[in-house]
């Protein structure tokens, strides 16, 4: 019914009443902007642009749940009780689907599957299965955003690991230094891990806040593009967690193998005299 | 030794640091390609995919879009008859869609039925068998994936297809004995789908009443490319209550509907640039703050600023090119990995990829890595330019 | 030994007048310089006034404590650090009158500099490192390649044209810096402790080499505090605070 819905026709113009009854109807919201529309109007419905003999009268407009699926299609919605739209479409015994509530104890795998047995021209599925099967596009979004996630930590990794190798060895003379005044190169190394740490943590807890200056731009540029409620972009103490926790695994990986190198090389040749 | 040469030569120095940064070039450089082909992939493979039987135009119940909803338009045959005695008009088809199911011995399977005016037909390709003959009521056509549904099913054999259930009373309003006379491949079709295709009418009592004569599209072939965009313009004024479209307004109705994709490359591909500005010009600031020394004595013995200016910049063209190479390798292989996430989208038809490789853009992309990975030496390049070279030398005594 | 000398004296002191000198037969003339500079927002005095001329085929050596102004002295009569007060004249050129690339350009043809860190290419060979001033100076490949090899011949380093620098000991390193500072044929080889790094044996190496140099008609000037290099030179100047203690 939904979808046969889509190609009615709305038309704002109002016209002198037919015999026929006026139908009552809801529009969602951006349709009724769209259209230019508010509770009151009287339109014209048909199911072809020269069959336009129904007259409605807006009675409501609704915000329906955010669905990730339908907001790239800016559909124009609207809803009807079921027979006008029956009678209005020309099948007053027909409909897309059943819901159906179950009483309490009965699994709804188990419904389906009896119903199944004995169906002709339908099928049953579990709700869950519906979500399941229709969140399929969400899914596959999702699953192109961990891979290119994936691919921004690698590149993270390496560019961390570079600059990190590079810190290091910007300490050469320092370490020299050190090593001559008789500093164990245990305390060296531990001394530049640290460094490498807080270097990690600090970097990390400035690209939570630049994620979070980003995600929130994000929601407010995409609901506004798609004229949603639903947010695109959500920081979690998880997500917080694994950069922080990342970063700083990463971080000390990097200082930890600069370090070393660099605790092993003799003084004199740190120093460039050798 | 030219300044390239002693560039290069000059990552060599520190091999682990120069494979590092190369290494994040090359990462780089490749979400830079991939998002270079996804930003033009979508209306380039979209576009090849509407334009693959050559026909430039659709039209379809007003306000939606091919195959979009279960509306359909009256009248298919006549408006074809007249579409084609059009003199702009090379020729026309109209296609119904429809779900219709076949008859196997346990139960009914649901297919997604054609209905095809197979003299000029746009959506799809005989792979094995023969085509329908345009007045055959008993010929079928089916994809590879219905051949496996219905148990196997080859050239010759009969399939018995069934319409217009009716759940109440248990039974179809059609009935339909049909002979497989080809295998096809359906241009539009997603991967797996069942689909089988008969001659218009008997798709139409199979789906639908049989008055009406519906279709849910209906394609149109322009003599000539320039007469395109004319033709829709006076097919839509001809046509008010129907929606006509070209296959350029198609591809940019598709790209608005995945404009996300196309958001996220541009983002992606201006954040490859900076990790790549950000990555050479650190690289680059580093090691020549760690060779003021050697610069200040170049300039000493009468090396110009601009040779040393060049140099550096050299380094960080070189680590651009090398990177980039290495980007150009790992992207087209991350491409084919992310392309077969995105087109494992429920309902995208099998031909349809993302990631679509074109020479103009992908050049640009070549051209606007290089420029950048040289600006990115601009800064440690002016360093070493206006390093003082007796107070370098006196540190560099002490 | 003779046509050794003919042919190395090809080498040095190529360079023409640019204009008449006022002290004639000098080929550098320093008259009363001064320079000061910050040091952790104090004043340096590191020259108070030092005026000096050196003449063609001369080998002067400046000595003194550490802090004396002797390095200082030197990068000013390279021109490559500008005086606070007073002048340097260069074969007859006025320092303070040109531009940083003309400065450039007369220390790439007139100057030869010798230092003690060597500041070699470390990713070039020895040949090419001793090519460097000759590219910079457009002489063509195949001549500075030559040209090149016969320095390196001259310095006693002919077998190791092809080795990188890195793979060079400390004297070889120094005698490739030497062959680079005579790359363009310059008037004056100026030299920055040149035996600083190096141990005994190798820093007697280079005296012989500055010494074979000289009998060969280069004018140099040694800034040093090993007392052999000081006693080969043919005068001897000594830094004191800034000025010259005695000449």
């Known amino acids: ?274 | 030794m030219t300044g390239l040469g002693w560039g290069i030569r000059s990552l060599g120095r520190h091999p682990l640091r120069t494979g590092l940064s190369l290494a994040g070039i090359a990462v780089a450089a490749a979400m830079l390609l991939d998002m270079v082909m996804l930003s033009g992939g979508i209306d380039k493979s979209f576009g090849d995919l509407l334009l693959q039987r050559g026909y430039q135009i659709r039209i379809t119940p007003k306000g939606t879009l091919p195959f979009d909803t279960e509306a359909s338009l009256p009248g298919a045959r006549r408006l074809v008859r007249t579409l084609r005695a059009d003199p702009e008009v090379a020729t026309a088809g109209a296609i119904l869609g429809s779900a219709v199911y076949a008859r196997t011995p346990d139960s009914l399977v649901t297919l997604f039925g054609y209905g095809v005016q197979p003299e000029s037909q746009g959506i799809y390709r005989v792979m094995a068998g023969a085509d329908l003959a345009p007045a055959d009521t008993t010929g079928l056509l089916l994809s590879a994936a219905a051949a496996a549904v219905l148990g196997g099913a080859r050239v010759g054999d009969t399939v018995m297809l069934a319409g217009r259930l009716d759940p109440q009373i248990a039974a179809a309003a059609e009935d339909r004995s049909l002979v497989v006379r080809g295998m096809v491949e359906w241009l539009y079709d997603y991967r797996g789908q069942p689909s089988v295709g008969a001659v218009l009418p008997v798709m139409q009592r199979l789906a639908r009443q049989a008055t009406g004569d519906p279709a849910s599209l209906v394609l149109v072939r322009a003599r000539a490319d320039s007469m395109v965009e004319p033709l829709v313009a006076r097919l839509r004024a001809d046509y008010p209550t129907l929606e006509v479209n070209s296959v350029v307004e198609l591809v940019a109705q598709a790209k608005r509907r995945l404009s996300y994709f196309t958001q996220l490359a541009h983002v992606l591909g201006a954040m490859s640039l900076v990790v790549t500005v950000l990555l050479i010009g650190t690289l680059l600031t580093i090691t020549v703050n760690e060779r003021l020394g050697e610069i200040a004595t170049l300039r000493a013995i009468g090396i110009g600023k601009a040779t040393v200016v060049s140099q550096v910049l050299a380094e960080g063209v070189a680590l651009t090119v090398i990177g980039s190479a290495l980007g150009v390798l790992l992207g087209l292989a991350t491409a084919r990995y992310l392309d077969a996430i995105l087109t494992s989208f429920p309902g995208l038809p099998a031909a349809f990829s993302f990631f679509v490789p074109r020479a103009d853009t992908l050049t640009q992309a070549a051209v606007v890595l290089l420029v950048t990975g040289s600006l990115a030496g601009l800064y440690p390049a002016w360093l070493a330019a206006r390093a003082p070279i007796a107070a370098t030398l006196r540190a560099e005594a002490t | 030994m003779a046509r050794r000398a003919r042919t190395h004296s090809r080498h040095l002191a190529g360079g023409g007048h640019l204009s008449a000198p006022s002290h004639p037969g000098a080929v550098l003339v320093a008259r009363d310089l001064r320079k000061d500079y910050p040091v952790g927002g104090e004043t340096v005095h590191a020259l108070r006034g030092v005026s000096l001329s050196v003449g063609r085929g001369e080998h002067v050596a400046i000595v003194g404590p550490s802090g004396s102004g002797k390095s200082t002295l030197l990068q000013l009569l390279g021109g490559i650090d500008t005086p606070s007060a007073g002048s340097v004249e260069v074969l007859g050129t006025r320092l303070e009158r040109l531009s940083d690339r003309d400065l450039t350009r007369l220390r790439l043809l007139r100057l030869g500099f010798v230092f003690q860190r060597f500041h070699l290419l470390p990713v070039l060979t020895a040949r090419e490192n001793v090519e460097l001033p000759m590219a910079e100076a457009g002489v063509k490949s195949a001549e500075r390649r030559a040209r090149a090899l016969e320095l390196l011949e001259y310095v006693g380093l002919s077998g190791r044209a092809g080795h990188r620098a890195t793979q060079l000991s400390g004297g070889e390193m120094q005698r490739v810096a030497i062959a680079r500072a005579l790359a363009n044929q310059p008037a004056v080889l100026l030299a920055d402790e040149p035996t600083g790094e190096l141990d005994a044996a190798t820093g007697q190496e280079i005296l012989e080499l500055f010494r074979r140099l000289n009998r060969d008609g280069a004018t140099l000037v040694v800034v040093t505090h090993d007392e052999r290099l000081a006693r080969e030179a043919g005068r001897t100047v000594t830094m004191f605070d800034g000025r010259i203690a005695d000449r």
């Open chain 1, 1 to 274: 019914m939904r979808a046969l819905l889509c190609a009615v026709l709305l038309c704002a113009f109002v016209s002198r009443p037919g015999r026929a009854q006026v139908v009552d109807l809801a529009l969602e919201r951006g349709t009724a902007g769209r259209l230019g529309l508010s509770v009151g109007d009287t339109v014209r419905l048909g199911t072809a642009p020269d069959s336009m003999l129904r007259l409605g009268v807006v009675r409501a407009i609704y915000q329906p749940r955010p669905d990730p699926a339908e907001i790239a299609r800016r559909a124009l919605q609207a809803r009807f009780h079921l027979p006008d739209l029956a009678e209005l479409l020309g099948a007053p015994d027909r409909v897309d689907r059943f819901g159906l509530a179950l009483v309490a104890g009965v699994s709804p795998d188990s419904a389906a599957a009896e119903l199944n047995r004995s169906a002709f021209g339908f099928r049953a599925y579990p709700s869950a299965q519906i979500a399941s099967e229709s969140s399929q596009t969400f899914q596959v979004v999702s699953r192109f955003h961990r891979a290119i996630a994936m691919i921004t930590i690698v590149a993270s990794a390496v560019f961390l690991l570079c600059i990190m190798l590079l810190k290091v060895e910007e300490r050469r003379l320092d370490a020299a230094v050190m090593r001559f005044v008789g500093v164990r190169r245990r305390t060296i190394f531990y001394a530049l891990l640290l460094e490498a740490a807080v270097l990690a943590v600090a970097g990390s807890l400035l690209g939570i806040v630049i994620a979070l200056a980003a995600g929130a731009i994000t929601n407010a540029y995409y609901q506004r593009f798609f004229d949603t409620q639903l947010v695109f972009s959500v920081i979690t103490p998880r997500i917080v967690a694994l950069g922080v926790g990342l970063s700083l695994v990463l971080g000390l990986a990097a200082g930890a193998i600069a370090a070393a190198r660099l605790v092993r090389t003799r003084p004199m040749v740190l120093w460039g005299r050798a």
